[in-house]
T-cell receptor, first 120, second 110 residues
Framework: DVKVTQSSRYLVKRTGEKVFLECVQD?????MFWYRQDPGLGLRLIYF???????EKGDIPEGYSVSREKKERFSLILESASTNQTSMYLC???????????????????FGSGTRLTVV | QKEVEQDPGPLSVPEGAIVSLNCTYS??????FMWYRQYSRKGPELLMY????GNKEDGRFTAQVDKSSKYISLFIRDSQPSDSATYLC??????????FGKGNQVVVIP
């Protein structure tokens, strides 16, 4: 089974700190994604990466940046943490559609278990 | 437009009942449809996926797609307490990204 591992389950950081959230996948997936999940708002895409050193903004990139130096690792960076960034952060990965699994299935993402970040 | 509507209201059912969950969408460009299950304090996991209109069964789960009405459903037969989770619908849109519904919390009462 594909495994997507997020380095921390729970984090508490102070306002203004620089925060790094790490995500590693072990199945050679090209595509990786960072979401945040909030009650009543669902999953919102922050950034995604189609391949190494490539990144694209999602729907809510403000206050975040990302790094993808190696295929298996996708990092989310909060440049200066604020209380409104308190949330559950989810990393996901997949093959590009058309590769590997039957086409209709590999649009699906494999998610990590999430990092619950609290900014105080 | 990538909005997906899913009524997030918690749904409580007795064990053994049929659970029925729905999502609607407005963008006819959506082609692939999925259901994810998310247990508390875990990431979502892919439960079912489908492309065409009609029904797809997998054990106690049935995914139904009606493209003409822009409506998808998930049915869980003989529900078990272990089915208690949040269920999210998802659809593929431009650039092969996923649009998610907000999720529907299901509680199966023993």
């Amino acid at each position: 089974d594909v495994k997507v591992t997020q380095s921390s389950r729970y984090l508490v950081k102070r306002t203004g700190e620089k925060v790094f959230l790490e995500c590693v996948q072990d199945m050679d997936h090209e595509n990786m994604f960072w979401y945040r999940q909030d009650p009543g708002l669902g999953l919102r895409l922050i950034y995604f990466s189609y391949d190494v050193k490539m990144k694209e903004k999602g729907d809510i990139p403000e206050g975040y940046s990302v790094s993808r130096e190696k295929k298996e690792r996708f990092s989310l960076i909060l440049e200066s943490a604020s209380t409104n960034q308190t949330s559950m952060y989810l990393c996901a990965s997949r093959y590009p559609p058309g590769q590997g699994l039957p086409r209709s299935s590999n649009y699906g993402y494999t998610f990590g278990s999430g990092t619950r970040l609290t900014v105080v | 437009q990538k909005e997906v509507e899913q009524d997030p209201g918690p749904l409580s059912v007795p064990e053994g009942a049929i659970v029925s969950l729905n999502c609607t969408y407005s963008n006819s460009a959506f082609q692939y449809f999925m259901w994810y299950r998310q247990y508390s304090r875990k990431g979502p996991e892919l439960l079912m996926y489908t492309y065409s209109s009609g029904n797809k069964e997998d054990g106690r789960f049935t995914a139904q797609v009606d493209k003409s009405s822009k409506y998808i459903s998930l049915f869980i037969r003989d529900s078990q307490p272990s089915d208690s989770a949040t269920y999210l619908c998802a659809m593929v849109y431009g650039n092969n990204r996923l649009a998610f519904g907000k999720g529907n919390q299901v509680v199966v009462i023993p």
